[in-house]
């Protein structure tokens, strides 16, 4: 099923589905290669009604566009259209080198005007078929960098890039996008594709 529009807008049953297509569309255009991103997913009509001094920080205040593209990837009006309570992503500041994805989304605590966030990353990845050879020793706690370097000189190895989103009340939802399938006709979606990573992202949510 082609996850597009005739005008390149993703079509989607879901504003979250909507933005974490509009996030892996914006990541595709960024190429491979790319450190990973955080964005903030935020409910356009309310943040300019309850708090419009950080819309216009975050280049949404006044007027119908969404800012000056850079940081809303789409660079649309999030908050009209037939879609009701759309979303739009606001891309964060870079993430600090060197330091786990966990250990970083730890240090993470959004507003209240916030509705929600996304992260897209890119992955090696074994297909199924590959999973049963992974040497023993490798699948131990503790062994994480040793099962990375293996995973890389895998010849079976894919490379996959990953927009997970979650929202405040529990909505999830990921888009991957394998390299060697770069099209957004090839994109998959489902709430549950990256368990792990949604909840450390639904973890910035938690009081």
């Given at each position: 099923m082609?996850n597009i529009t005739?005008?390149?807008?993703?079509?989607?049953a879901s504003?979250?589905t909507?933005?974490?297509l509009?996030i892996d569309?914006?990541?595709?255009g960024?190429?491979?290669?790319q450190p990973?991103?955080?964005f903030?997913?935020?409910?356009?009509?309310r943040?300019?009604?309850?708090e419009?001094?950080?819309?216009d920080?975050?280049?949404l205040?006044?007027?119908?566009?969404g800012?000056?593209?850079?940081?809303?990837?789409?660079?649309?009006?999030g908050?009209s259209?037939?879609?009701p309570?759309?979303?739009?992503?606001?891309?964060q500041d870079?993430l600090?080198a060197g330091?786990?994805?966990?250990?970083f989304?730890?240090?993470?605590?959004?507003?209240d005007a916030?509705?929600?966030?996304?992260m897209t990353?890119?992955r090696?990845m074994?297909?199924?078929?590959?999973?049963?050879?992974v040497?023993?020793e490798?699948q131990?706690?503790?062994?994480?960098?040793?099962l990375a370097?293996?995973?890389?000189e895998?010849?079976?190895r894919r490379e996959?890039?990953m927009?997970v989103?979650v929202?405040?009340d529990?909505?999830?939802?990921?888009a991957?996008?394998?390299?060697?399938?770069?099209?957004?006709?090839e994109?998959l979606?489902?709430p549950?594709l990256?368990p792990?990573l949604?909840?450390a992202?639904?973890g910035?949510?938690?009081?």
């Amino acid at each position: 099923m082609d996850n597009i529009t005739d005008d390149g807008t993703p079509l989607a049953a879901s504003p979250l589905t909507r933005a974490v297509l509009e996030i892996d569309e914006y990541a595709a255009g960024l190429g491979w290669d790319q450190p990973a991103r955080l964005f903030a997913l935020v409910d356009t009509d309310r943040l300019r009604t309850e708090e419009p001094v950080l819309a216009d920080r975050l280049g949404l205040g006044g007027g119908s566009g969404g800012g000056d593209g850079q940081d809303d990837p789409a660079g649309r009006d999030g908050g009209s259209g037939a879609a009701p309570a759309a979303l739009t992503p606001v891309e964060q500041d870079e993430l600090p080198a060197g330091v786990p994805l966990d250990e970083f989304l730890g240090t993470i605590a959004w507003p209240d005007a916030v509705a929600g966030c996304a992260m897209t990353v890119e992955r090696l990845m074994l297909p199924p078929s590959a999973e049963t050879s992974v040497p023993r020793e490798l699948q131990e706690e503790g062994a994480e960098e040793r099962l990375a370097r293996w995973v890389a000189e895998h010849p079976e190895r894919r490379e996959v890039r990953m927009t997970v989103a979650v929202l405040r009340d529990g909505a999830r939802e990921t888009a991957l996008r394998l390299r060697e399938k770069d099209s957004p006709t090839e994109v998959l979606t489902g709430p549950d594709l990256v368990p792990g990573l949604a909840e450390a992202l639904a973890g910035t949510f938690a009081d």
